[in-house]
Nanobody, 123 residues
Framework: VQLQASGGGLVQAGDSLTLSCAAS????????VGWFRQAPGEERVFVAG????????YYVDSVKGRFTISRDNTKNTVFLQMNSLKPEDTAVYYC?????????????????WGQGTLVTVSS
């Protein structure tokens, strides 16, 4: 499976942005997908995850209520809707996937990774 993350950009605090993670190479509908981010000088951290059916959702506390993860299995794509963006959300965002029918989260052993897309939030 190849993952392609896109949708990053430069926005102002309070703005919204939607990231996309498109999977190719095989049907990814049986895959759990996660979004991670890595701020400058920091480690990559888990942000949100979605199960293969789109019903098992996991968010870290810092994005709860502001970010929404969703998926369209007909398009092999997972989205991360980010609202009320803050300067501390500035990071390179990555998506990852694993063939797994359970709930995915920060401790999941991710198999596939996409390249990052940069999100910059100015104050």
């Amino acid at each position: 499976v190849q993952l392609q993350a896109s949708g990053g950009g430069l926005v102002q605090a309070g703005d919204s942005l939607t990231l996309s993670c498109a999977a190719s190479g095989r049907d990814a509908s049986n895959y759990g997908v996660g979004w991670f981010r890595q701020a400058p000088g920091e480690e990559r951290v888990f942000v949100a995850g979605i199960g293969w059916r789109g019903t098992s959702l996991y968010y870290v506390d810092s994005v709860k209520g502001r970010f929404t993860i969703s998926r369209d299995n007909t398009k092999n794509t997972v989205f991360l809707q980010m609202n009320s963006l803050k300067p501390e959300d500035t990071a390179v965002y990555y998506c990852a996937a694993v063939e797994y029918l359970g709930t995915v989260g920060p401790n999941t052993r991710w198999t596939y990774w996409g390249q990052g897309t940069l999100v910059t939030v100015s104050s």
